[in-house]
């Protein structure tokens, strides 16, 4: 998932797309990492 | 945040002008839209990410960074150790968009390097790095806005 919204950023960085969804994965990144730092133990999870 | 301000204000523009722009039909409604779009193009070029959640990210990122490179050094790993050490030194000093994007790429490249150490050399460093990727995960977590993602989807 991570993957899927890196290159969803990056097509919108280069403008190879104007679709607005990429661009809201700048922000919503967030949740998957905080997803992973709990699946590592680096984070208490709720 | 990976996309730049301009860039992102740019693309807003562009979906406004290509995408929902044909379907407005209003004279007033296209006219208020005509202005955001003019507000946003003009915006583009004057307005940059806030500053200050970059500096906290960056501080925590190259303590985190100079925390791991001790212990690396504890454990016999001088090379890589002295390699983290000279890499966040020579960071940018200017703009901090560009030291942050420093540190998350040096962040990444140690994940990476760790996986040439021995086991419990990497697994001791690990849980350093990633006391801040969680931290900085919270910080991000905390400005962001309640989600529109279901009215996104549903259109």
């Known amino acids: 998932m991570i993957a899927i919204q890196m290159t969803g950023i990056r097509a919108f960085c280069d403008g190879r797309t104007a679709d607005l969804r990429m661009a809201i994965f700048d922000h919503q990144l967030a949740f998957l990492h905080a997803l992973v730092a709990g699946l590592r133990g680096w984070l208490p999870l709720p | 945040m990976r996309i730049p301000v301009e860039t992102l204000l740019n693309g807003v523009s562009r979906t406004l002008l290509e995408q929902v722009l044909p379907h407005v039909t209003s004279r007033t409604a296209r006219g208020q839209l005509y202005a955001a779009i003019d ?42 150790a002295a390699r983290i050490d000279a890499s966040v030194a020579a960071w940018p000093s200017a703009p901090i968009s560009a030291r942050a994007g420093a540190a998350q790429a040096e962040l990444a490249r140690v994940f990476e390097e760790l996986e040439a150490l021995p086991g419990p050399l990497a697994d001791a460093v690990r849980p350093i790095l990633g006391g801040h990727l969680a931290a900085q995960a919270v910080r991000a977590l905390v400005l962001l806005q309640p989600s529109l993602l279901e009215e996104i989807s549903r259109g």
């Open chain 2, 39 to 80: 507000v946003l193009r003009n915006a583009a070029r004057r307005l940059d990410w806030a500053s200050a959640p970059l500096e906290t990210e960056v501080q925590s990122a190259a303590g985190a960074l100079r925390t791991a490179a001790a212990r690396l050094r504890e454990g016999g790993a001088e090379a890589l």
